[in-house]
């Protein structure tokens, strides 16, 4: 069922829900800025008297930010209801939401929240019906991770932008605020207003396997200027900014996904490096931000992970950092969380750390239970969920939720995937496509002097809603610029028989374009290329994720990197390639050698370009 005009609830009805007391806190519908001085803040004595109406129960679910599956609010399919009773001891959102009084819910492509446009803005506006229809019924603040490139839950039609790594290859501010603006205003047709991103790490590590892309760069000034933009765009948007994962997850070989990650930086450079950035998102007003499941023994040598460490989010982030905004975990099911204390003490230690919201712990029931239970028993105060509970009601007031938490088809119609939003976003890839090696100018390819081009390479699967695969949309983007295209997949660990194939197919045509995805030193994908080098045909790479790869290719004439493989960057990859734009990116992070990682093969800053017709 679609959200429509007729069957919106209007103003007084919201305003009754929430008992009456937000008639004080008459915010704008409209996309609002971000709150820089009291006059934009809400009425304060109205949300306290909003908390103290709140049950202990009540205050402890506004702590939550759940998951929950199903593309409906209350008539979700068979197989999510099962999924959602075997994990969450509920059938829908709306049974959560009665159990729970969760304050927010986290939308994920795999939960199946994001199959199009309308049916996300039907979902957030059953959402929140189910909640305000509660006794002393509260909305639901509706978050995901829309960080473009390589994470993104939100999917075509909807306008994809170039990611992190990306507009840190482009270096615009104005770019990063444009995404944040453009990207904000489409979330908030959806009805999710708060988006964990930008991230703010600093990628020093090429082996980072968790941030990578995900990140501006590894220059902490460069970064820090592109994350207070990105922050600016979103808030301006009336969307929470979310900066991630403090105190800094940029330099670690481990994925906090799987493993407990250790940052060894020194006090000092933590400050002069991780730091930076964070400090800017601060100083641009940001709404939230999201710590790390990491141990950083300089900033406490309790071996507690950051999320859980009262040292780093109140001693660091509260009082030296000045932050008072919303701070929320990092999901409590992953692995860097739950190495040292068990699912039922992670949720009662992070309140205690410092935290806000409590993100996606593995059971409902067991963390949700053992934070009432920490009141009970004394451990933790009431007075200090009130704390939190206040920052959580701020934020929604701010954001205009507490006056009117519904969309409508119209404002989708007008907002999601426009045709002047994806023109934005093809002009913003275009300054971000970076050419590391042209030797002897064979870019730009020549339609006359090269028809034939045979598009090979990895296939990975594409980030969420994306048109893919790679190799795919690299040839029809080609076959539009008039260049006829065959194209071969021959996936990330390419097999003797289809590099056998790729040799033979490139026998017959005028060039080769071959996209690579993390090569390494010994793997197949390094085979594939040396063959087909070695074929004579010429032949143009494109790093499709990140661009280290160049390093392990030192025979290639030509090679660009895109930063990420989705449709928009590989587009203007392909326009590049074809001569139908120039390439202007710069490197954002240090490319270092592969027989000599102590040596720089191509610095930050690093980019060649040439003239097209």
Do not use: C
């Amino acid at each position: 069922m679609r959200p429509s005009r007729s069957s919106r609830p209007t103003r007084r009805t919201v305003l009754a829900a929430t008992a009456g007391t937000t008639a004080a806190l008459a915010l704008s519908t409209t996309p609002v800025r971000a709150a820089e001085d009291a006059a934009d803040r809400p009425d304060e004595s109205s949300l306290r008297a909003l908390v103290s109406r709140m049950t202990l129960e009540e205050k402890v679910g506004q702590l939550f930010v759940m998951r929950v599956y199903g593309h409906s609010a209350t008539a979700p399919d068979q197989a999510d209801i099962d999924t959602n009773l075997e994990e969450l001891g509920v059938r829908t959102a709306a049974e959560l939401i009665a159990k729970y009084r969760v304050g927010g819910i986290i939308y994920f492509t795999w939960a199946h929240n994001t199959r199009d446009p309308h049916q996300i803005a039907a979902l957030s506006n059953g959402i929140q019906k189910v909640s305000l229809d509660q006794p002393r019924g509260l909305p639901v603040l509706i978050s995901t991770d829309q960080e473009y490139g390589a994470v993104a839950r939100v999917g075509k039609p909807a306008t994809l932008f170039p990611g992190a790594m990306a507009l840190g290859a482009g270096g615009s501010r104005e770019d990063a605020r444009a995404v944040g603006r453009i990207g904000g205003a489409e979330l908030r047709a959806l009805g999710i207003r708060q988006d964990y991103s930008p991230v703010a790490d600093v990628n020093v590590n090429p082996a980072n396997p968790v941030i990578g892309v995900r990140s501006f760069g590894a220059d902490p000034d460069a970064v820090a200027g592109l994350v207070a933009a990105e922050v600016k765009g979103y808030q301006s948007a009336g969307v929470a900014a979310t900066s991630k994962h403090f105190p800094g997850h940029g330099d670690t070989a481990v994925d906090s996904h799987y493993g407990f990650p250790v940052i060894t930086h020194s006090r000092e450079l933590w400050s002069t490096l991780d730091a930076v950035p964070f400090r800017a998102a601060i100083r641009a007003g940001v709404d939230s931000i999201m710590t790390a499941h990491i141990m950083v023994p300089a900033l406490d040598p309790s071996g507690d992970p950051a999320t859980l460490s009262h040292p780093i989010l109140t001693g660091i982030l509260r009082e030296e950092l000045g932050y008072d905004g919303l701070v929320v975990t990092d999901s409590l099911g992953m692995e860097g969380v739950r190495t040292k204390y068990g699912d039922d003490r992670v949720p009662v230690l992070a309140l205690k750390a410092g935290v806000d919201q409590l993100l996606n712990p593995p059971s409902i029931e067991v963390a949700w239970n053992a934070v009432l239970s920490a009141v009970h028993g004394g451990e933790l105060t009431e007075a200090r969920l009130d704390e939190s509970v206040l920052r959580v009601l701020r934020l929604k007031a701010k954001l205009g939720l507490l006056e009117n938490p519904y969309v409508t088809d119209a404002g989708v119609d007008h907002t999601v995937g426009t045709a002047t939003h994806r023109r934005t976003a093809d002009r913003i890839a275009e300054r971000t496509t970076t050419l590391l090696v042209n030797e002897e100018r064979l870019l730009p390819l020549s339609r006359r002097r090269t028809p034939r081009v045979l598009v090979v390479g990895a296939d990975p699967a594409s980030p969420s809603g994306t048109d893919g695969p790679p190799t795919t949309v690299l040839a029809t983007a080609l076959t539009e610029l008039g260049f006829t295209t065959t194209t071969l997949s021959t996936g990330t660990a390419p097999s003797a028989e289809g590099i056998d194939q790729a040799v033979a197919a490139a026998a017959g045509v005028d060039a080769v374009v071959v996209g690579t995805y993390n090569v390494t030193a010994t793997g197949s994908q390094k085979t594939l290329v040396e063959r087909l080098v070695a074929t004579g045909v010429p032949l143009a790479a494109i790093a499709i994720r990140n661009p280290y790869d160049v390093a392990q290719l030192p025979d290639v004439r030509a090679y660009l990197a895109t930063y990420s493989w989705t449709d928009v960057e590989l587009r203007a990859a392909a326009r590049v390639i074809g001569g139908a734009a120039r390439p202007r990116g710069k490197l954002p992070v240090a490319v270092d050698r592969a027989d000599d990682p102590a040596k720089v093969l191509y610095p930050i800053g690093y980019g060649l370009t040439y003239q097209v017709r």
